[in-house]
């Protein structure tokens, strides 16, 4: 059996979803629960090139530098200081040297995606690493005390480079 995917028993295999996951920074200690991370991407710039003595004349493509989009984060309002610390370390005035972080963002499998599973036997199925990333930009919650939602606020990270280890 695949290490991400799940046997129901029937023989049938379900792909991961995409609704368990853990991000973790290094060098903070505190905890944040995330309910969305998106903009996860890297794209490598295509160069068109032509030598005037060549016999087709269709370009050549070589690959150039590799761009990564930055990725936002979305998590409700916690009362949690450290992950808060950095986010105001990076986006303060007069904050020095910016902050940067290796970032995990690791969607899980519960075992093996069995419905009845306890968190404590969680297992890692596919991670992304973003090394050397700072906040790039905060969102507070917007507030409206006619609503009883939650109080969602969002950050939106730089990096330099994506790692896929698995």
């Known amino acids: 059996m695949a290490a991400n995917t799940y046997d129901n028993g029937s023989g049938l295999m379900y792909p991961l979803t995409k609704m368990n996951f853990l991000v973790s920074v290094n060098n903070i200690n505190g905890t944040a629960a995330f309910s969305e991370v998106t903009g996860i991407e890297a794209s490598v710039d295509v160069i068109e090139f032509r030598q005037g003595n060549a016999h087709s004349l ?50 899980i499998d519960i075992n093996g995606g069995a419905p009845n599973a306890k968190v404590e036997s969680i297992t890692g199925t596919r991670v992304w690493l973003l090394t050397n990333a700072w906040v790039a930009k905060y969102n507070a919650p917007d507030l409206n005390a006619s609503t009883s939602e939650v109080a969602i606020e969002t950050v939106e990270l730089a990096y330099e480079e994506l790692v896929v280890p698995n």
Request: net charge neutral; with cysteine; proline share 6%.
């Open 58 to 107: 269709s370009p050549v493509k070589i690959p150039g530098l590799v761009k990564h989009g930055n990725v936002t984060l979305k998590f409700g309002y916690t009362l949690d200081s450290a992950f808060k610390t950095w986010i105001q370390e990076c986006v303060s005035e007069t904050r020095g040297e910016m902050p940067r972080n290796d970032v995990q963002i690791e969607m």
